[in-house]
């Protein structure tokens, strides 16, 4: 509801404000239609996020989805789903929310639930708002499409708005009628002025525009690194959980290392004192400790991309009914 909400009264809000100066001196009146169809892909593709399989495992797909994804004997470990009794897929993980488990978790939408109630009424085996192995590429394809259009529609606004100055001849009377010095940094603070006094909802809905696409830019290029590097958000804090406790275990051992080394010196009557500088100098033994993170499922770039845009288990099945056929 607050996507829609916030997607609706948006477009309202720049209907209402600006749709009377389209067409303007550098902008069509193309961008009526264009602004409306560009809005209507964004809640195609909320739909189609939320509407899609995420990847549900069950006892009846569970075997397309162990033979996927190999078990990398670290952060995923050959074991059975404790809530589904089936066994459990690498790269899975059984949503709490949801209450299924779901083939390459990434993590739960809260975006999505809004259409929790509509989807329990319509399939009640199907209440998609997770992210997942056959979604993901809807949900990047919604960031990054909604990131267009933020950028879209605040330099559609940057041009009524520019417009609107040439038109009005803003400029020629700053410098003419009020003898204000044609420079950038003397006639900036007097554009800025008029524009808040004329046009400030213009100039709000546009710096509101920049400031979500600006975030939803880091969004998208979070994610789009996630599938670049083959990994998940879900499979991010796993290994810095699995990082951590190594380090943990490691300098236990090296700090074990180093006092059974004292103790050796200490013992050692014969060896001749070591300059304080010397050992003030020395490294540690726990510098020496490090936990190398090994991701089995990264193919490279090429290979990742492609396994997002066509998930491994749409593939062994489409080689399953080829075969069969």
């Not at 989805?65 to 009794?85: F, G, M, Q, R």
């Not at 085996?125 to 909604?146: P, S």
């Not at 044609?182 to 006094?197: D, G």
């Not at 290979?303 to 997002?308: A, G, K, T």
């Amino acid at each position: 509801v607050i996507y829609l909400t916030i997607i609706a009264a948006t477009y309202y809000m720049i209907v209402q404000s600006s749709f009377s100066y389209i067409p303007g001196y550098y902008i069509s009146g193309v961008h009526r239609y264009t602004s409306l169809l560009a809005v209507g892909v964004g809640i195609l593709l909320f739909l189609l996020t939320s509407f899609s399989d995420p990847g549900t495992v069950n006892a009846e797909n569970v075997s397309e989805y162990l033979s996927a994804y190999p078990y990398d004997n670290v952060i995923y470990l050959e074991k059975e789903c404790s809530t589904c009794k089936i066994p459990k897929p690498a790269r899975s993980k059984h949503c709490s929310i949801c209450d299924r488990c779901v083939a390459r978790f990434d993590h739960h939408c809260g975006w999505m639930v809004c259409l929790q109630s509509l989807k329990l009424l319509l399939s009640p085996n199907m209440n998609n708002n997770c992210i997942g192995e056959r979604n993901t590429r809807y949900f990047l394809a919604f960031l990054l499409w909604h990131f267009l259009l933020c950028v879209y529609g605040a330099v559609a606004i940057a041009f009524i708005l520019a417009g609107r100055l040439k038109e009005l001849q803003v400029i020629h009377i700053l410098t003419v009628y009020y003898g204000i010095e044609s420079s950038f940094r003397s006639l900036a603070p007097q554009v800025a002025q008029w524009l808040l006094a004329s046009y400030n909802k213009q100039v709000l809905l546009m710096v509101f525009l920049a400031i979500v696409s600006l975030l939803l830019a880091g969004f998208f290029g979070y994610h789009a690194n996630l599938c670049l590097e083959n990994t998940t958000t879900n499979e991010t804090y796993k290994w810095q959980d699995y990082i951590s406790w190594q380090m943990k275990i490691s300098e236990a051992k090296a700090s074990a290392a180093a006092l059974k080394a004292s103790l050796g010196d200490l013992s050692n009557e014969k060896k001749p004192p070591e300059s304080k500088w010397k050992a003030f100098f020395r490294r540690s033994h726990l510098e020496d400790v490090e936990v190398v993170k090994k991701n089995i499922y990264d193919k490279g770039y090429f290979h990742n991309f492609l396994e997002v845009i066509f998930p491994l288990s749409t593939r062994r099945r489409l080689l399953q009914n080829k075969t069969k056929s």
